[in-house]
């Protein structure tokens, strides 16, 4: 499936108050989905000495699956297509990668 499919299928299923116009609804639902991500991944350090079992990484899936759809709810929120999302970040880290400055500090480097 392509950015643009996904974006436009997940919007089907956008049901929360004044979606259409609402960016701060997508964004507090990123917050929450991204710490449940790290919130598992914290318990595999602590519970499973690092250990990535095949069941934590299916959960893992399901997790990012829904860190994925409040990241296209945002994007349709701000009139932003993923897709083009998608390609401005690569362009931005080739771009860094180029320059030697992956690591470090900042958003402009």
Request: charged residues 30%; hydrophobic residues 40%.
């Given at each position: ?74 994007a349709t929120e701000l009139d932003l297509d ?28």
């Amino acid at each position: 499936m392509d950015f643009r499919s996904y974006q436009q299928r997940s919007r089907e299923t956008a049901v929360y108050p004044d979606a259409g116009s609402n960016p701060i609804y997508p964004t507090l639902g990123l917050c929450g989905e991204s710490g449940e991500v790290a919130d598992k991944v914290k318990k595999v350090l602590r519970d499973r000495g690092g250990v990535f079992t095949d069941e934590v990484v299916q959960a893992l899936r399901l997790e990012l699956g829904d860190v994925l759809w409040y990241v296209a709810q945002l994007a349709t929120e701000l009139d932003l297509d993923l897709a083009d999302i998608a390609a401005a970040n690569l362009e931005k880290l080739a771009s860094r990668a180029a320059r030697q400055v992956i690591g470090g500090d900042g958003d402009n480097r």
